[in-house]
């Protein structure tokens, strides 16, 4: 039984302003140097971005390689609040990170992938998150699970957080894809859906791996009217210490935002039924993604049949043993609502590429 969220809008967590979308938290993979960090945010706070990323303490996979800076970092965020009035934000992993955070003023905080998939230690930072007033984000687990991220939410929502929100970033996959973590946006679609309330901000930067598709990501995600960007920018990309591959600089970032990306925004009546044809159009294009991926996966299979059958000297064409699997899809689209003609077209149109396929 998950639980009721009963969640402080965005527009009142003092850092964002909705409309327009996207609502923009951006800046460096990690905290490198004070000069890194004073220059980024000068470029990011010239075309109006109010609150500012950093990674003080990074997840890597290998030992050995730069594990973040560390607290003297957060003497660097203090500098951008002061300087550049921006808000601060970092990613905390443990109760210490909380008190380092809470010590030294950042404003925000969110939970990476590593850690939203283990309880116990989203129940530490929850826990040491318990009396104060700072907005929470939550990334998506590393793995497929939705229950685990709800589950998450549900931690920080009964230790008194009402600042609540979540971070779409991708989950890994050892399938071979374009992108470096699988947006698989059916799970961010079931999360709005269950939970209009809780806003979503979508990490294009984790999500492609790679500067080339942040902009695509970025417009699936305006497309789904989901609330916010959370975008790497590094003022020199190819020198950054981790994530080098897909950080944007400011004036990149500035590129994306307001010149490439396009963002439909309901203010009247007409509008609005726009923008409901626009996210449930984007939702058939992801379910449209879903269906070439699994038609792909299933003439995959087929080809390793052929060659078994091949090698086995049987014959391709089995017509026992389709007609069970064609009587079953109809008595299965039948529950589902899905006309009996309308499943023996699909169906025969894609045992027909099968048998092809096997030739
Ligand atoms: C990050 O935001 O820098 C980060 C480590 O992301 P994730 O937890 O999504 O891997
Ligand atoms: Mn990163």
């Known amino acids: 039984m998950t639980e009721k969220f009963d969640i402080v809008p965005l527009n009142e967590w003092g850092m964002f302003s909705l409309p327009p979308r996207p609502c923009v938290i951006a800046g460096p993979c990690s905290a490198e140097s004070e000069d890194q960090i004073m220059q980024t945010a000068a470029g990011l706070k010239e075309f109006g971005i109010n609150v500012f990323r950093a990674g003080i303490w990074k997840p890597r996979t290998h030992p050995g390689c730069f594990e973040g800076i560390g607290v003297p970092g957060l003497k660097w965020l203090q500098r951008v609040k002061k300087e550049y009035g921006m808000k601060v934000a970092t990613e905390v992993a443990s109760e210490k990170h909380v008190f380092e955070c809470i010590k030294h003023g950042v404003d925000l905080v969110w939970l990476g992938a590593r850690t939203s998939a283990n309880p116990f230690l989203v129940q530490e930072i929850a826990d040491a998150l318990a009396d104060t007033d700072i907005p929470v984000l939550v990334k998506n687990p590393v793995n497929p699970d939705l229950d685990l991220w709800i589950g998450a939410l549900e931690r920080l929502h009964r230790a008194g957080i009402r600042k609540l929100g979540v971070i779409h970033r991708g989950f890994s996959t050892s399938e071979k894809i374009k992108y470096r973590n699988d947006p698989l946006w059916q799970y961010v679609i079931e999360l709005r859906s269950r939970f209009p309330q809780i806003p979503v901000f979508c990490d294009p930067s984790h999500l492609a791996g790679s500067r080339a598709y942040l902009q695509e990501l970025s417009q699936r995600a305006m497309d789904l009217g989901l609330e916010g960007l959370m975008v790497e920018s590094h003022c020199d990309p190819a020198c950054a210490l981790s994530d080098s591959k897909q950080q944007l600089t400011p004036a990149d970032l ?64 089995q017509t026992s043993r389709w007609d069970q699997v064609l009587a079953e899809m109809i008595e299965k689209g039948r529950e589902h609502g899905l006309d009996e003609d309308f499943i023996k077209v699909v169906f025969n149109a894609i045992h027909e590429a099968s048998v092809k396929a096997q030739e």
């Open 254 to 317: 500035k590129d994306l935002l307001e010149n490439k990306l396009i963002v439909r925004d309901a203010d009247t009546s007409d509008s609005a039924y726009r923008e409901t044809i626009n996210q449930l159009r984007a939702k058939i294009d992801v379910v449209d993604d879903n269906l070439i991926h699994l038609l792909a996966q299933r003439m995959e299979i087929s080809r390793k049949i052929g060659q078994s059958k091949r090698e086995n000297n049987i014959a391709i064409l």
